[in-house]
């Protein structure tokens, strides 16, 4: 593993049903991150982690929750799919949350909704 | 509230120069990014600036100006594989990333 991996890919989905996005890195980064990225808006950050151990919401947490159990793993979990959550989902993470902490990002999953 | 805005899309020509412009309000700035983002692919980063002025970097140039809220990313010397969109992010007090929508950079032979 080289960076940040996520699967699935890509991934259909009937409303309803309960998904988990799988993200995992190997840069030892504390901190984590959980964008959409939407058509015509900028990514919109989901949840974070500043740290194992630690969640926080971000713009965006309705009908998503997150854990952090370790360092390297970061899963998304849509409890009940709606088809507003159709989207691209980015998993990125940086060393730290300070202010030249650039962050690096997952290959990204796509989601639909139906 | 908070605003990252960028223009929705350029086009320029192979070898010429581009300025793609980002101006912000955010409650708090801890540092302006630049991203290159290929269609279908992640964001890569590009810059950072965290005080005035020019930093530069090969064919790629980012200006800060904290007072206007402004920022601009400079692309010299196009190429066919800068076709791309361009997103300019702020960190703000929270340290939390504002991500504008991008600016899509369409490159003309």
Same mark, same amino acid.
């Given at each position: 593993? *080289?960076?940040? !991996?996520? *699967?699935?890919? #890509?991934?259909?989905? *009937?409303?309803?049903? $309960?998904?988990?996005?799988?993200? !995992?890195?190997?840069? $030892?980064?504390?901190?984590?991150?959980?964008?959409?990225?939407?058509?015509?808006?900028?990514?919109?950050?989901?949840?974070? &982690?500043?740290?194992?151990?630690?969640?926080?919401?971000?713009? %965006?947490?309705?009908?998503? #929750?997150?854990?952090? *159990?370790?360092?390297?793993?970061?899963?998304?979990?849509?409890? &009940?799919? %709606?088809?507003?959550?159709?989207? %691209?989902?980015?998993?990125? #993470? #940086?060393?730290?949350?300070?202010?030249?902490?650039?962050?690096?990002?997952?290959?990204?999953?796509?989601? !639909? %909704?139906? | 509230? /908070?605003?990252?805005? /960028?223009?929705?899309?350029? @086009?320029?020509?192979?070898? +010429?120069?581009?300025?793609?412009?980002?101006?912000?309000?955010?409650?708090?700035?801890?540092?302006?990014?630049?991203?290159? /983002?290929? +269609?279908?692919?992640?964001? @890569?980063?590009?810059?950072?600036?965290?005080?005035?002025?020019?930093?530069?970097?090969?064919?790629?140039?980012?200006?800060?100006?904290?007072?206007?809220?402004?920022?601009?990313?400079?692309?010299?010397?196009? /190429?066919?594989?800068?076709? +791309?969109?361009?997103?300019? +992010?702020?960190?703000?007090?929270?340290?939390?990333?504002?991500?504008?929508?991008?600016?899509?950079?369409?490159?003309?032979?």
């Amino acid at each position: 593993i *080289a960076g940040i !991996t996520q *699967a699935p890919t #890509s991934q259909i989905l *009937a409303a309803g049903r $309960r998904m988990t996005l799988r993200c !995992t890195q190997d840069m $030892r980064h504390n901190a984590m991150y959980w964008y959409r990225q939407d058509l015509g808006l900028g990514l919109r950050l989901i949840h974070y &982690s500043n740290t194992a151990g630690t969640t926080g919401k971000g713009e %965006v947490p309705d009908g998503y #929750s997150v854990s952090r *159990a370790n360092t390297d793993d970061f899963p998304l979990t849509l409890a &009940s799919a %709606v088809p507003s959550q159709t989207s %691209v989902y980015f998993c990125a #993470s #940086s060393e730290g949350q300070g202010e030249g902490n650039e962050q690096f990002f997952g290959p990204g999953t796509r989601l !639909t %909704v139906l | 509230g /908070q605003n990252i805005d /960028q223009p929705t899309e350029m @086009t320029a020509t192979e070898g +010429a120069i581009v300025q793609i412009n980002c101006t912000y309000q955010t409650s708090g700035f801890n540092g302006l990014f630049w991203y290159q /983002q290929h +269609a279908g692919e992640a964001p @890569t980063f590009l810059s950072y600036n965290v005080l005035d002025g020019l930093e530069e970097k090969g064919r790629f140039s980012s200006f800060l100006s904290r007072s206007k809220g402004y920022s601009y990313l400079l692309l010299k010397e196009l /190429q066919m594989k800068d076709s +791309a969109s361009y997103l300019c +992010a702020v960190k703000d007090s929270n340290y939390q990333l504002i991500w504008g929508a991008g600016t899509k950079l369409i490159i003309k032979p």
